[in-house]
């Protein structure tokens, strides 16, 4: 079955940086729209960064200029590489992808910035 596996979450300080992963089996994500996706306390979950099938990136603005999505294919990985943290990006972090009109979901990561 499709799995995805998140992992490269923490606790940082305020400013700091992580690199998430989203590692498929059973897909290709290099074939894939990937989204990152994140989730506070409280919060629904909202949209973060995608890149497309194709390599376009787009960015929810809150994290234009500090995150970055990317893909590499020998992996079969997706990351967000996110710098520059602050105390609001806290949350857990999932990736998502869809085939067939069925929507796959890794387990999440939780990232933790500290003021």
């Known amino acids: 079955q499709v799995q995805l596996v998140e992992s490269g979450g923490g606790l940082v300080q305020t400013g700091g940086s992580l690199r998430l992963s989203c590692t498929g089996s059973r897909i290709l994500l290099s074939i894939q729209t990937v989204d990152w996706y994140r989730q506070a306390p409280g919060k629904e979950r909202e949209p973060v960064a995608r890149?497309?099938?194709?390599?376009?990136?787009n960015y929810t603005d809150s994290v234009k200029g500090r995150f970055t999505i990317y893909r590499e294919n020998a992996k079969n990985t997706v990351y967000l590489q996110m710098n520059s943290l602050r105390p609001e990006d806290t949350a857990v972090y999932y990736c998502?992808?869809?085939?067939?009109?069925?929507?796959?979901w890794g387990q999440g990561t939780q990232v933790t910035v500290s003021s």
């Open positions: 998502q992808t869809s085939s067939y009109k069925a929507h796959y």
């Open positions: 890149i497309t099938s194709g390599g376009s990136t």
